[in-house]
């Protein structure tokens, strides 16, 4: 049985031709990049040029202002408490209801030690409440922290409209995007967002997981959350990991050069699969079907059904999708994304994301498309609402 992978948001297969650059540096390259003999100087170099290729991915003014870090939720701590350190005096931060844990958490932890929180909401196609956030920000603002695109729901928000609005407040506030689910999906450009500080991850666009970037831009002063020696310019101590560094500027050269397919042709096998299950399933409904969203993503409730059930049908087939629950102590709690956005109950427990990547075949989706009404029927006979799915049989025709 072949496998279909549509689980490209939680991580992505290492593309072939990263794999291939990140090799030497594990057999013959294996130099510390900071030692002064010749033999490190491929390691070096291959660390100052992978910088280059970053910095042209975000279109940042400066290879200076690119860090390498291990993930994307290591560069959101190091933007958020960086920031935060090193302005004491500021003791407000706003971020939204819908970001990743890594961002949610942290902001809960800070709640925690003091700091006041706004956490802005969003409505019910996911997009968030701008009057909310422009009247949450006032003099005491330290940083506002929203994510670029929303990895359940793939809705974009727009980064430039609030970087206009936080410095229109408050030009001392500082703003850190959470882009990981936008890299090599959508172009960035960190100077025509207006941002100071931004995110991404490698193992969301076929570069290794355990490796990520923080963008901060020239003007913006950080604490390093990792102390130690004096790489990266003193804000993330550590022996670079170089094959990783070469894997993850592989990857972004790669997502330059494929980013217009996955504009269109991503889109269209996703927009296939979106129209073709809400065509053939009376009780599918689309989450957000908003056009501002990330080419490759789809969040599709299944109603009066269970979405762990759908999943592990799904897994029998070879076919892997996620549901937005997280699975905390025992007990399936609905996500907290769908929760803001007020998805129905009836809808929320069999919410699915599916996520596309360039790899993903027609053939593919074309063979979800024709067994996943089967596992609906027959998943849908065994709920306990039959009253319910008859009336909304009924009315959906
Ligand atoms: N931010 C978003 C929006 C994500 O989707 C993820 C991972 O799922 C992260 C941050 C965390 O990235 P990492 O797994 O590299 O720590």
Redesign the pocket.
Known sequence: MDLIYLDN??TTKVAPEVLEVMLPYFKEEYANPSSIYEFAKKANHTVRDSRGVIKDFLNAANEKEILFTS????S?NTAIRGVLNMNKNKRHIITTKVE?P?VLNLYQTLEKEGYKVDYIGVNSNGELDLAQLEEAINYDTALVSI?YAN?ETGVIYPIEKISEIIKSKNKETKFFV?A??AAGKIPIDVQALGVDLLGI?G??FHAP?GV?VLYVNSKTLITPLIIGGHQERGKRAGTENVPYIAGIAKAAELAMDSMNYELTEVKRLRDKLESGIIKNIFNSRINTSISNRVPNTTNIGFEYIEGELILLHLSDLGICASSGSACTSGSLEPSHVLRAMNVPFTAIHGSIRWSLSRYTKESEIDYVLKVLPGIIDKITALSPYQDELANLKRLRG
């Open positions: 948001n939680a993930c994307g939720s290591e959101a990743h890594c994510m990895n959470d990981v689910q991850s193992h969301k997981k990520g």
